[in-house]
């Protein structure tokens, strides 16, 4: 059997000095929490985890115990009865395991599940043990953790963060020991974690490649010895892995003795506080990540440097910014200037709709998208050029009076925003909706045979099984089955007693508002109202883990204000600062929705995608040089065409004596939903976006 090639040395890892800081003070001290890794691919993220694992010390632990308990203790329940009992443990010492947990791993693989073989064959329930087991007093690794299910992420920091592992579950009640140091690494390029999760991860680094000339050439000079020669390589680095290793041996038996000085406690405090954490996670992790730092140099007593040192590897993910101060009243000496404003913007648009009137008097009926391009296009094409004419000959004090910020209008209470239920299988977690999940976990609704199931009904199993037991022992018998009969099978269970679970769980929706923030928005203060509407939204999102996604249109393209996210505490200053003006680019925000939305379905296929457009439907910027209107049928087109995609429009035009009716002819392009502006108020904007999100319903389908 060929030699097992050696791993790469964790001292020869050029640079990332915070990364290699954060797992020594994890490996010195597990009851941090973890790390998390956030960095582009190719920063030595996986390199740096699975190099640490050789520099932990061996392990002492119960002879054949399945859970790798410690003699001493935390027991398992069969090492406490027998330590309880007087009766000696015998040991082994092993290395420190490095575990790694699979994307595609379930829950049953994770924290354990019901031993089917004990069950059938002797009629005990017995845990099976799973990774979090395996991984005690050891190394724990989720590469892309942001890709893992929400549920598995859970149950690892809380076994992360507890020192154990609970099992309720399927008669089985059991608690042992998962003592370990968790490493998680993620591109943020694939997506963020959710901010409850992303919390409970005690240190995070931020990782991006050497920008030192000298340090990169040292990255490939170190890359080409060790593919060349690994053991020679490492034989090279030996020295330098042992020094470090001894110094994670004895700052773990130093730690215990580290004073944390009272003045320094409460300087951890303000540091918190600044930060605008939440909760007191990182108070508790600031004070542990100090005192292994501390450890680590050889000290008994924490100093400045530690927790400062400390505090950047404790607060970087969980530091907020501050609430937006009170409103000030404006002075009295402003209040003309603010009123000549609103003259001048008022003055704007009234012209705007006298060009209007001039340049389209025969279109005071909504009139389809595709009747004649040449006509349509150029009745808007000739405002367009009127008012850039007119914007040109105002000079930039005119530009200026058109870019506007409104205030966010009150939030209120979302009402419920629920799919029909349909029978798809997906995969995830939320809060809002019920859907069948392919996933081992979630609500058994109900089970159905299966020749070969992946996720067993037990109960419904031994049920189907339970009427035929004394017919099967006594063909059994006729046939001289010794060899089953010596077995003392419990329970005799045949292929087509076998049952598949299908169960129900909740799922979070996808949500892209693409939101038109160009001059024609600024009329009748309709952009209070719809920044209202979306804030009251992502904090419904927030509540119940839907991932909402905000950009805006104006001028000469779009921009992605709010990335897929479920947080809300960058929300409410992007839309108040969110200015109004310019020109009307919709084929970029339709062309930055769709995207947005095409590269969520490729992470998940089975999502619940709704795009909400709010606009007036007009067009005056070209992505491609040709007629902007064309430009914008060609990409509604598009997003028509891809059935799992809902779409709602919002029309925003002002009502008067003529009306372009353009926002409705994009709704007939898109196949969504139209509602006009002037019927909803913020509330109705939420039940307009309910009534586009059931799937199918001739009710609400189609444009209105």
């Known amino acids: 059997m060929p030699a097992r090639r050696p791993a790469y040395p964790f001292t020869a890892i050029v640079g990332q000095e915070r990364l290699k800081r954060a797992l020594l003070a994890c490996a010195v001290c597990p009851q941090i929490g973890g790390v998390l890794a956030r960095g582009q691919k190719g920063t030595a993220k996986s390199t740096a985890v699975r190099a640490l694992a050789a520099l932990l010390p061996h392990v002492e632990v119960v002879r054949a115990c399945p859970f790798s308990c410690a003699p001493e203790g935390p027991h398992c329940p069969d090492c406490a009865a027998r330590f309880h009992a007087g009766q000696a443990l015998p040991t082994d010492w092993r290395p420190a395991r490095l575990v790694e947990l699979p994307l595609g791993a379930t829950e049953d693989r994770v924290c354990g599940a019901l031993d089917l073989e004990a069950a059938i064959r002797h009629g005990r329930a017995r845990l099976e043990p799973g990774l979090l087991a395996r991984a005690n007093r050891g190394l724990l690794y989720v590469d892309e953790v942001n890709l893992l299910a929400d549920h598995l992420v859970d149950a690892l920091l809380d076994a992360a963060s507890l020192g154990e592992n609970v099992v309720e579950r399927e008669g089985v009640s059991l608690r042992h020991p998962a003592r370990f140091v968790l490493v998680g690494t993620m591109n943020p390029e694939e997506g963020e974690i959710r901010p409850q999760l992303l919390d409970r991860f005690g240190l995070c680094v931020e990782l991006s490649a050497p920008e030192d000339i000298d340090a990169r050439v040292e990255v490939l000079r170190r890359r080409a010895a060790f593919e060349a020669d690994p053991k020679a390589f490492a034989e090279a680095w030996a020295g330098e892995e042992r020094a470090c290793a001894r110094a994670i041996v004895e700052a773990r038996h130093a730690l215990p003795l580290v004073r944390f000085p009272a003045a320094l406690m409460r300087r951890a405090s303000e540091l918190c506080r600044e930060a605008f954490v939440a909760g007191h996670r990182a108070d508790i992790a600031l004070r542990l990540t100090a005192r292994a730092l501390a450890a680590l140099a050889g000290r008994e007593d924490v100093r400045d440097g530690d ?398």
């Open 307 to 704: 927790l400062d040192e400390a505090a950047e590897l404790a607060l970087v993910h969980r530091r907020r910014m501050a609430p937006p101060p009170p409103p000030e009243q404006p002075e009295q000496s402003d209040q003309p200037d603010q009123k000549d404003q609103q003259e001048d913007q008022h003055r704007h648009e009234s012209e705007q709709e006298q060009q209007e009137r001039q340049t389209g008097p025969q279109q005071a009926e909504p009139r389809p998208m595709d009747a004649s391009a040449n006509e349509d296009e150029g009745d808007l094409d000739q405002p367009d050029e009127s008012e850039s004419d007119e914007s040109e000959s105002e000079g930039a004090s005119a530009s200026a009076v058109l870019e506007t910020i409104f205030p966010v209008g009150a939030a209120f209470r979302v009402a419920p925003l629920d799919y029909r239920k349909d029978r798809v299988q997906r995969t995830g977690s939320g809060r809002r909706t019920r859907s069948r999940t392919s996933q081992k976990a979630g609500r058994t609704v109900k089970a159905r045979p299966h020749p070969e199931p992946t996720d067993l009904a037990l109960d419904a199993t031994l049920r189907a099984a339970a009427p035929h037991q004394l017919r099967r022992r006594a063909a059994m018998a006729a046939a001289a089955d010794v060899a089953e009969l010596a077995a003392d099978v419990a329970l005799l269970v045949r292929g087509a007693d076998l049952r598949q679970r299908v169960r129900e769980r909740r799922m979070g929706h996808f949500v892209v508002f693409v939101v038109d923030a160009s001059g024609s928005m600024g009329a009748g203060r309709r952009m209070v109202e719809v920044k209202g509407a979306v804030l009251s939204l992502l904090l419904d999102a927030y509540q119940k883990r839907d991932k909402v996604a905000l950009a805006a249109f104006r001028g000469q393209g779009a921009e992605l204000l709010l990335p897929p996210t479920s947080s809300v505490d960058l929300a409410y200053r992007l839309l108040e600062e969110l200015p109004t003006g310019g020109k009307t680019p919709l084929v970029h925000g339709l062309s930055l929705g769709h995207e947005l939305l095409a590269r969520q379905l490729r992470r998940d296929p089975t999502c619940l995608p709704l795009l909400v457009v709010i606009s007036d439907g007009r067009a005056n910027v070209s992505a491609a040089g040709g007629k902007p209107l064309e430009e914008v049928r060609l990409a509604a087109r598009a997003i028509a065409g891809d059935a799992r995609i809902r779409s709602l429009v919002v029309d925003v035009e002002r009502a008067g004596l003529v009306r372009f009716g353009l926002a409705r002819d994009l709704a007939q392009e898109l196949g969504a939903q139209y509602r006009r502006i002037e019927d909803l108020k913020a509330r109705d904007l939420v039940d307009a976006v309910r009534g586009a999100r059931r799937w199918g319903d001739p009710q609400h389908g189609g444009v209105g």
